[in-house]
Structures are given as C-alpha cells and as structure tokens.
C-alpha cells in the first residue's frame, strides 16, 4: 500500500487546508511578521536564498558523456570486437563514441556557461510586507 507524500514526509498537505490554518502552522498573522519575529527567524533558519551550484570540471563533464547506457553498451561491442579481432570495426565505434561525447561536452559546457551568465545578469528581489 502507498503512503501519500504527507505521510512520508510529515508535512501537511497545503493545498488542502484553509488559509487560517496555513498561518496558524507558520505563526503568522494576516499582518505578516514583525520586525523583530523577521530578525529571530532570519537567525535561526538564514536567509531565504538559492544556493550556488558547484561547478562541473571540464573533465568531469566529459567523463559523464560515457554514462549513459547507449554510449555503455557501444563501448562494449569495441571492446568485444576488439577480442574478436575486428579491429576495423572497433575503431568506426570507439571513432563515433568520442566524436559524440565531444560533441555533447561542448553542448553541455556551452549550456552551463549560458545559464551562468544569465545568473549573473538576472537580479532577484522581493518587497516583504
């Protein structure tokens, strides 16, 4: 039997309950939080921010082009064709594999660096009430 998310995290469904009862469980009033009730819980849980992403390596970014299952099992067909003696074969696949991790290296890091730079232009702000 499954359980619903509410029960295996112990948090209440909010989206189903009322907006009195959502306050309640927050300690907020329609009136929001006072100035020294924002402070202590500032102290106590930080600031409301998203954590920066580590960095990928570039040599880690490329050793992940070979996880996935496809690039595996191409990997091993070289490899066993390598055993059988089919060199000519094992040279076209090992050929395409890199070609396509190359490929999907530069995406990926051309990728990662676009959403880099538009993090460093986008600027996040709230107005707290």
Known sequence: MNKSNEEKNNQPAYWNQSVEDIMRSF???????SVSESEERLKQYGANTLKKSSKTSDVLLFLLQFKSPLTLLLLTAAILSVFLGDRTDAIIIFS?????????????RGAANAVAQLLKI??????VW
């Open 96 to 108: 395409i594999v890199f070609i396509s991790s190359v490929l999907g290296f530069f995406q990926e």
């Open 27 to 33: 300690g907020v009033s329609v009136n929001g939080l």
């Open 122 to 127: 986008v600027q996040i702000r709230c107005t």
